[in-house]
């Protein structure tokens, strides 16, 4: 639950969520798979909140085991919800959700969708993006990494030098390298996207599905960077 980043906690389950406490309230990312939202709600009340401390709902993407606890937690806590305007429609209901890029290359793999339930649709109260201005806190940062999925974006908070939210962009290993992850591939636009990571500075990252990096994360992200020319 602890992270090495004070007030941050993770969630373990299908995917990582993570709980930022700071000064303004509590900031979700990301929710898990559907009917599991009671995890977060039992960290929240180990620290001493509750879903009424929450301020702000931030998804990084339409997949389903990461706004699957969205409609219930915004039910709870009335908190707003942040998502891009290319997966909106998704977590709306409005269209169908972009599958990971894995089920164009490992098509055999297509089943293991259907063991996760689909997210019950949910209004999306502000879109974010990069260069659009943002209602989230000040000391969290949108940064646009499409590829995973058309509008996936990743979230980086300023505390501790930087603490990187990646989302589905990519993946650690144990020995701290930075990978695309299997349900990634390698298209232009995912690879744009680590490139883009990048470029900033951070010396945490925090994955949905992998161990997390800390001390100069971002320098294993410049790695891979670099292998790709
Ligand atoms: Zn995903």
């Given at each position: 639950?602890e992270?090495?980043v004070?007030?941050?906690?993770?969630?373990?389950?299908?995917s990582?969520?993570?709980i930022?406490?700071g000064?303004?309230g509590?900031?979700?990312?990301?929710?898990?798979?559907?009917k599991?939202?009671?995890a977060?709600?039992?960290?929240l009340?180990?620290?001493?909140?509750?879903?009424a401390?929450?301020?702000?709902?931030?998804?990084?993407?339409?997949?389903?085991?990461h706004v699957?606890?969205?409609?219930?937690?915004?039910?709870?806590?009335?908190?707003?919800?942040?998502a891009?305007g290319?997966?909106?429609?998704?977590?709306?209901g409005?269209a169908p959700?972009?599958?990971p890029?894995?089920?164009?290359r490992?098509?055999?793999?297509?089943?293991l969708?259907?063991?996760i339930?689909?997210?019950?649709?949910?209004?999306?109260?502000?879109?974010?993006?990069?260069?659009?201005?943002?209602?989230?806190?000040?000391?969290?940062?949108?940064?646009?990494?499409?590829?995973?999925?058309?509008?996936?974006?990743?979230?980086?908070?300023?505390?501790n030098?930087?603490?990187l939210?990646?989302?589905?962009?990519?993946?650690?290993?144990?020995?701290?390298?930075v990978?695309?992850?299997?349900?990634?591939?390698?298209?232009?636009?995912?690879?744009?996207s680590?490139?883009h990571?990048?470029e900033?500075?951070?010396d945490?990252?925090?994955?949905?599905?992998?161990v997390?990096?800390?001390?100069?994360?971002?320098?294993?992200?410049r790695?891979?960077?670099?292998?790709?020319?």
């Amino acid at each position: 639950m602890e992270t090495n980043v004070p007030g941050v906690y993770a969630v373990t389950g299908y995917s990582k969520s993570y709980i930022i406490d700071g000064d303004q309230g509590v900031v979700l990312i990301d929710t898990g798979i559907p009917k599991r939202h009671g995890a977060i709600i039992e960290v929240l009340s180990r620290i001493g909140r509750s879903p009424a401390n929450v301020r702000a709902i931030a998804i990084t993407h339409s997949h389903a085991d990461h706004v699957g606890g969205a409609a219930a937690l915004k039910l709870e806590s009335k908190a707003p919800l942040f998502a891009s305007g290319a997966d909106a429609p998704a977590i709306r209901g409005e269209a169908p959700t972009v599958p990971p890029p894995v089920f164009d290359r490992m098509p055999f793999l297509k089943p293991l969708s259907r063991f996760i339930p689909g997210a019950e649709p949910i209004t999306v109260d502000h879109l974010v993006g990069e260069t659009e201005p943002s209602a989230l806190p000040a000391d969290l940062r949108v940064i646009d990494t499409p590829g995973h999925t058309p509008g996936h974006v990743s979230y980086l908070l300023d505390r501790n030098n930087g603490v990187l939210f990646v989302g589905d962009a990519a993946v650690a290993t144990k020995k701290g390298v930075v990978k695309r992850g299997v349900f990634n591939a390698p298209t232009p636009s995912i690879d744009a996207s680590l490139r883009h990571l990048a470029e900033f500075d951070f010396d945490v990252a925090f994955f949905a599905h992998s161990v997390s990096l800390s001390g100069s994360a971002a320098a294993a992200f410049r790695r891979f960077a670099a292998r790709l020319g």
